[in-house]
T-cell receptor
Framework: DVKVTQSSRYLVKRTGEKVFLECVQD?????MFWYRQDPGLGLRLIYF???????EKGDIPEGYSVSREKKERFSLILESASTNQTSMYLC?????????????FGPGTRLLVL | GDSVTQMEGPVTLSEEAFLTINCTYT??????LFWYVQYPGEGLQLLLK?????DKGSNKGFEATYRKETTSFHLEKGSVQVSDSAVYFC?????????FGTGTRLQVFP
């Protein structure tokens, strides 16, 4: 089974802090994704990566950056956390673009910014 | 651009009732269509998918048929259980990414 893990289930941070959310997948997938999930808005794509050291902006990249130094790990960085970044963050991976569109999700990190 | 529209919830049903959650889409080309489910406190899990028109995806008693003529992918189950209580997301494969609907919460009572 594909396993996607996220470093924390719950995080509480202060406004202005730098926040790192880590995601690891164990299936040698090429593609990885970060979403945020908010009530009434569904899932919105923040950033994605087709391969190591590659990154693409999603629909709402402002205030975020990402890092993919190794194939299995994709990090989401909030450079200076703000209260409007309080949300559920979901990481996903996919085998490869064009080879099955199914994405596999981690359990999510619920972030509260005070 | 591509988009997915789901019926708003919550949908509240008694155990063994019939379930329909409506999903329609707008897309250029021929996307694959998906239903994901999110149980309380968990991430999303793929429930079923269909990759071309008239395909039927099915899993755990749930079914959905890819209807190109009505641009729909409605989720159905003949007899729901309390354990089906969750949030259900319809999605389509856009250009290199998935596009999700806003989700429909299902609550099933004994």
């Amino acid at each position: 089974d594909v396993k996607v893990t996220q470093s924390s289930r719950y995080l509480v941070k202060r406004t202005g802090e730098k926040v790192f959310l880590e995601c690891v997948q164990d299936m040698d997938h090429e593609n990885m994704f970060w979403y945020r999930q908010d009530p009434g808005l569904g899932l919105r794509l923040i950033y994605f990566s087709y391969d190591v050291k590659m990154k693409e902006k999603g629909d709402i990249p402002e205030g975020y950056s990402v890092s993919r130094e190794k194939k299995e790990r994709f990090s989401l960085i909030l450079e200076s956390a703000s209260t409007n970044q309080t949300s559920m963050y979901l990481c996903a991976s996919r085998e490869e673009r064009g080879r099955g569109e199914t994405q596999y999700f981690g359990p999510g990190t619920r972030l509260l910014v005070l | 651009g591509d988009s997915v529209t789901q019926m708003e919830g919550p949908v509240t049903l008694s155990e063994e009732a019939f379930l329909t959650i409506n999903c329609t889409y707008t897309a250029t080309g021929y996307p694959s269509l998906f239903w994901y489910v999110q149980y309380p406190g968990e991430g999303l899990q793929l429930l079923l998918k269909a990759t071309k028109a008239d395909d039927k995806g099915s899993n755990k008693g749930f079914e959905a048929t890819y209807r190109k003529e009505t641009t729909s992918f409605h989720l159905e189950k003949g007899s729901v259980q309390v354990s089906d209580s969750a949030v259900y997301f319809c999605a389509l494969s856009g250009v290199g990414k998935l596009i999700f609907g806003t989700g429909t919460r299902l609550q099933v009572f004994p």
